[in-house]
């Protein structure tokens, strides 16, 4: 699991295979007569090739089929309730609830994992509700109340943590880490479709100067009056970010050399400093790496050719 998404499938596998495992354990194992054993051996076997499926396709697996399949867990944990035949095996499925609200937290937006969790307990509770047993309303009440609460909780936090790992502190911008996770996953959906994709580096001219002359304060300052007033004028599908110092970096996706030349045009003027840029637009077999390394390159070259110009 070394990336985000890697975790994500796995633990999508592991949610649905865990499942399959108790699930086949109360058919081989009944704890009580009425426990119904043909759809526990059903749901063990769907479980476990769900599991399989969703391992075998790994990070290919898009992230709609993995809502659907989450989805599809939550209804199926509904049909269980139902079918209990203990109490206890009502209230058992609380935990699975809990389970699903903090996968569905960690991995997706707030707004999702509230709909995500919502489902789970709406589908369990209609059918805790239809269940043979009864006596069970109050502990059925705290699991819901603890997976509800416990979704919330998390879900807010792990949206500020993932805020403060992939923005710049100082700029408000994607962080470089961030910014080249997303730049990366667009340059393969660009190769994959064929569509153009350009990157762009931006560099502040005699940031070094102000800086000495005004302070670091007055650098900070410059940097974030630079990064606001780029934020407004690039496109809602691009993607700013600061790559280091007073080095920028931007994604434009579905643009090539001439598009990526009038985007950049909207971000001249409004600034209290020169600025240098070099572009590369992605093509076959390209890395993130190699499109960084000619932008890089042909940022450096307009720089040496304009200094040689002035220096005439």
Known sequence: MRSRPQARVALLALLHGSGALFCLAAALWPMHPETPVGLAWTFGVVGLTVAAGVTAAGDRLPGRVQHALLA??????????????????VVGLGPVLVCTGLYAAHFSSLRAARAHVLLAVGAASVGAALAVPTG??????????????????????????????????????ANRRAWEAEAARS?????????????????????????????????????????????????????????????????????????????????DGGVPIGWSVGTATARDGDTLGTLLQRADAALYEGKRQRHSTSGR
């Not at 599809?72 to 095996?89: E, W």
């Not at 949206?159 to 911008?173: E, H, K, M, Y």
């Not at 660009?190 to 994709?197: D, F, I, K, N, V």
């Open 72 to 89: 599809l867990f939550s209804l199926l944990v509904g049909v269980l309730a139902a079918r209990s035949g203990t109490a206890v095996g």
């Open 187 to 267: 340059l393969a959906r660009a190769l994959r479709t064929g569509e153009p994709l350009t990157v762009a580096i931006l560099d502040l001219d005699h940031f070094k100067v102000v800086n000495d002359r005004d302070g670091h304060v007055a650098g900070d300052r410059l940097l974030r009056e630079v990064a606001g007033h780029w934020s407004t004028r690039v496109r809602a599908s691009d993607l700013l970010g600061r790559h280091g110092g007073d080095e920028f970096v931007l994604c434009l996706p579905g643009t090539d050399g001439p598009g990526a030349v009038e985007v950049l045009q909207r971000l």
């Open 136 to 173: 069970f309303l109050q502990p059925w009440l705290i699991a819901v109340t603890v997976a509800l609460v416990l979704t919330e909780a998390h879900g807010r936090l792990n949206g500020r943590l993932r805020a403060q790992a992939s923005t710049d502190p100082l700029t408000g911008v």
